[in-house]
Structures are given as structure tokens and as C-alpha cells.
């Protein structure tokens, strides 16, 4: 979409030096947000609230967010994806068929490659999270994308990292790791009724089926199978 043209602001009553101040409004809002929620997506209702607080014109909020996802590309590097939240509308069985909600959000993806994203931007100090990330969605993908606490955890535990666990050395409360990927929509919590009782499922959330996302993980997850099968223990090949 090509920024918006004198003649249209004019019909909906904003100059282009206010138009250009909000996009700019929006865009550090992102980026703060970005940066203090360590990547949890930004609801588009906080984004249109900020622009419409002195202004009523309905058509603003989409021609100022969409602009500022254009110069958020074309100056920072980041596309600001648009994300349509999922649910799941659970059974007695357990089972949930996942529906799209209404509410839309936005989270930052970076557009740099991956070698110079790598070296300039990258936390080094947080690597290890995008580790615990990769980790537990690996382990619900090949569960079929959904799966109980108690089997997460016990999969989670072969790996040195247990639930109950409050002051591990790297992650500190392992659980509140796991929240941080609701938050962030990599995952979704909910507590469902099964045969056995009450029992809480993580299903994977919007941003890890997102495309890009979903093939980087299923290309991890080959590559470490194919490593797997191509080692052979000296004793086994004597």
C-alpha cells in the first residue's frame, strides 16, 4: 500500500505532519512494546487506541498501521506480522477443534539474514531460551501438535528441566519459561475435561504454525532425526 496522499487525509480531515507523527507514534510503541515484553505479540486494539485517542476518523487506524508496517520494513528490517488468535473450543473428550477468534495482533519478525541478524542483533545472553523454545514445540509437534502437562513434563524432564523446578541456573522457574511461550503465542494453555478428570493440554499457538516458523522447526526436528539414525556407537558397529 503506497502512503496516503494529500488529497485522501484531506477528505478525512488529517494533515499529513499529523499523519506522520502518529505512524511515528506507532512505530516506537512497537518497538518499546517489542523490547519489554520479550516479543509477545501487541494486540491491534492498544494500537488503534493510540491513535484514535485525539482523533475519530474510522479509517485512520488501518492507513496509519499499515504505513508504519511499511517503514518498519524499510528503515528497521522487521515485518509487523499480523497474527489471527486461535482457540479452542474443548469437548468432554479432551479434544478441541481450534477456531480463529476475532482479537488480531502483531508481533515482529526480523527480515535481516539470518548471518547479520546473527551478529548484530541477536542477544547471545538469551540463546539459551530460543533453545528451551525450539525444545518444547519440538516435542508437541511430534506429539501431534497438542499435548497433556504431565506428558510435556515428562518428555521435558529427559532433558534436565523439571516443572517444580524454581531456581535452575539458566531458567531460573522452569514453569514461568513455559508461560513466557503462552505469552508470546508460541503456545496455548487450557485446562479441558477428560475421561480422567481435569487435566491441562498445550496446544501449539498461531505464531508457531505461522509458515516460516513452522517449516524452520520441522527442517530442526529432520536434521536432528537424520543425525540420529547416522550414529553408531563403536561397540554397536564391532
Same mark, same amino acid.
Given at each position: 500500500?503506497?502512503?496516503?496522499?494529500?488529497?485522501?487525509?484531506?477528505?478525512?480531515?488529517?494533515?499529513?505532519?499529523?499523519?506522520?507523527?502518529?505512524?511515528?507514534?506507532?512505530?516506537?510503541?512497537?518497538?518499546?512494546?517489542?523490547?519489554?515484553?520479550?516479543?509477545?505479540?501487541?494486540?491491534?486494539?492498544?494500537?488503534?487506541?493510540?491513535?484514535?485517542?485525539?482523533?475519530?476518523?474510522?479509517?485512520?487506524?488501518?492507513?496509519?498501521?499499515?504505513?508504519?508496517?511499511?517503514?518498519?520494513?524499510?528503515?528497521?528490517?522487521?515485518?509487523?506480522?499480523?497474527?489471527?488468535?486461535?482457540?479452542?473450543?474443548?469437548?468432554?473428550? /479432551?479434544? /478441541?477443534?481450534?477456531?480463529?477468534?476475532?482479537?488480531?495482533?502483531?508481533?515482529?519478525?526480523?527480515?535481516?539474514?539470518?548471518?547479520?541478524?546473527?551478529?548484530?542483533?541477536?542477544?547471545?545472553?538469551?540463546?539459551?531460551?530460543? /533453545?528451551?523454545?525450539?525444545?518444547?514445540?519440538?516435542?508437541?509437534?511430534?506429539?501431534?501438535?497438542?499435548?497433556?502437562?504431565?506428558?510435556?513434563?515428562?518428555?521435558?524432564?529427559?532433558?534436565?528441566?523439571?516443572?517444580?523446578?524454581?531456581?535452575?541456573?539458566?531458567? /531460573?522457574?522452569?514453569?514461568?519459561?513455559?508461560?513466557?511461550?503462552?505469552?508470546?503465542?508460541?503456545?496455548?494453555?487450557?485446562?479441558?475435561?477428560?475421561?480422567?478428570?481435569?487435566?491441562?493440554?498445550?496446544?501449539?499457538?498461531?505464531?508457531?504454525?505461522?509458515?516460516?516458523?513452522?517449516?524452520?522447526?520441522?527442517?530442526?526436528?529432520?536434521?536432528?532425526?537424520?543425525?540420529?539414525?547416522?550414529?553408531?556407537?563403536?561397540?554397536?558397529?564391532?
Amino acid at each position: 500500500m503506497e502512503t496516503a496522499d494529500a488529497d485522501y487525509l484531506s477528505q478525512i480531515d488529517v494533515s499529513i505532519e499529523e499523519k506522520d507523527k502518529l505512524v511515528s507514534e506507532v512505530i516506537r510503541y512497537v518497538l518499546f512494546k517489542n523490547h519489554q515484553n520479550s516479543g509477545a505479540p501487541i494486540k491491534r486494539e492498544e494500537l488503534a487506541q493510540l491513535i484514535t485517542k485525539n482523533y475519530r476518523q474510522r479509517q485512520l487506524p488501518s492507513l496509519v498501521i499499515n504505513e508504519a508496517r511499511m517503514k518498519l520494513n524499510s528503515i528497521f528490517g522487521y515485518e509487523l506480522r499480523e497474527l489471527q488468535r486461535l482457540r479452542s473450543s474443548s469437548n468432554n473428550k /479432551g479434544c /478441541g477443534s481450534r477456531q480463529a477468534a476475532d482479537a488480531k495482533s502483531y508481533v515482529l519478525i526480523s527480515k535481516l539474514p539470518s548471518e547479520i541478524y546473527s551478529k548484530y542483533v541477536e542477544n547471545k545472553e538469551t540463546a539459551h531460551f530460543a /533453545g528451551f523454545t525450539f525444545a518444547v514445540l519440538s516435542v508437541i509437534h511430534l506429539a501431534g501438535g497438542k499435548i497433556p502437562e504431565e506428558n510435556l513434563w515428562q518428555h521435558m524432564r529427559k532433558l534436565g528441566l523439571d516443572g517444580s523446578e524454581e531456581h535452575h541456573p539458566i531458567f /531460573g522457574n522452569v514453569s514461568s519459561a513455559l508461560d513466557t511461550l503462552v505469552q508470546q503465542r508460541y503456545l496455548q494453555k487450557e485446562r479441558v475435561n477428560g475421561p480422567e478428570g481435569n487435566c491441562v493440554m498445550y496446544e501449539l499457538a498461531e505464531r508457531a504454525l505461522d509458515e516460516s516458523i513452522a517449516q524452520r522447526l520441522k527442517g530442526c526436528i529432520a536434521k536432528v532425526t537424520r543425525n540420529d539414525a547416522a550414529y553408531v556407537k563403536p561397540e554397536e558397529s564391532s
